[in-house]
């Protein structure tokens, strides 16, 4: 499971949504919050072989594509501007 804690924006869903893609993650289910001005989202997802994500380097992957998902949106946005 993935979970991701962002300041809302135009568009954050999507682009979170689209990384995942990108990376041949299957997103199986997902639990979407806005809590205020935030995000908690949480997204059940699997690799094409129908397996969980187990090692480092696919988690880096994920990681830093959801982490430029929210840069994105946050510009977009232009919070903190």
Known sequence: MIEVSAPNGMGLLYQITRALSSLDLNILSAKVQTLGSDV??????????????????????????LKHAIESSTVMTGIGT
């Open 40 to 65: 908690v989202d949480s997204f059940y997802v699997l690799d094409n072989d129908g397996k969980k994500i187990d090692d480092q380097v696919h988690a880096d992957e994920v990681k830093q594509a």
